[in-house]
């Protein structure tokens, strides 16, 4: 395993062993809100500082970027941090909820992990040497039509104003598909892609610690993943979406005759 991700390992399993112990008392667990439909409780924060104390311990001089705390440092190496993806559902006891820790270099991409503390699986993927779970190898799934592909998404819940334009190619794509799963981490759903669990995913205003880590699972397991217009802006606007790339395809082509409803989402 690459030293990095050797060590982004750590501090994601590091983070998982304080939020899973917290799933047993959540009765104590203080909840405030960010904003609007979005909540941060003490054990995002208490995670979060439990990554960046492992990671700059063994590298203090690189970057951080992580959702609670912003950002610090400046180098070519730039920690891109969810300590608790799936908030919601953490403060729910719905046991789906993931770590998300990924590195860039020089603004690429190149080591990713997504933990699910619940079932204790360990998503893994260095750039050019493929993606694991747990130790064995994995492949996004082989569904050719998007009729038979199992999708998933997140809603809009934070732009209520704009929940019709969602809706629009929303309809197209569960008339089209087997059928949509909205499961709560997005992290989860890209790493779900990774191997196959979903043949696709979708997903609207997002930021860039949702999805850092998902994306280089979905393109290390033979995935595609990008924007919904089908360009490459996903990681700084946040509107995603990625598959295998047959059905990665089909759900553009589904996208692209939403046009004028996308350009209000993704605005
Ligand atoms: C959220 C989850 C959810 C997605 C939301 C995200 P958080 O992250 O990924 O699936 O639909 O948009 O904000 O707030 O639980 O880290
Ligand atoms: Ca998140
Ligand atoms: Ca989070």
Redesign the pocket.
Known sequence: MHPMLNIATRAARRAGTIISRAQKRLHDIKVDRKGHR?YVTQIDREAEAAIIDTLLTAYPGHAIRA?ESGNHGDSDFVWII?P?????NFIHGHPH?AVSIALQIKGRLDQAVVYDPMRDELFCASRGTGAVLNGQRIRVGNAKLLEDGLLAT??P??RSAQINDYMSSFSDLLVQSADIRRA????L?LAYVACGRLDGYW?F???EW?IAAGALLVQESGGLIGDPTGGEKHLTDGNVVAGNPRIFRQMLQVLAQHKDSLRRLSS
Request: charged share 35%; hydrophobic share 35%.
């Open positions: 979005d959702e969810d608790l993806d799936g908030t919601l909820f997140g809603f819940v934070r709560g981490s997005a992290a759903d997903e205003g997002l930021h949702d």
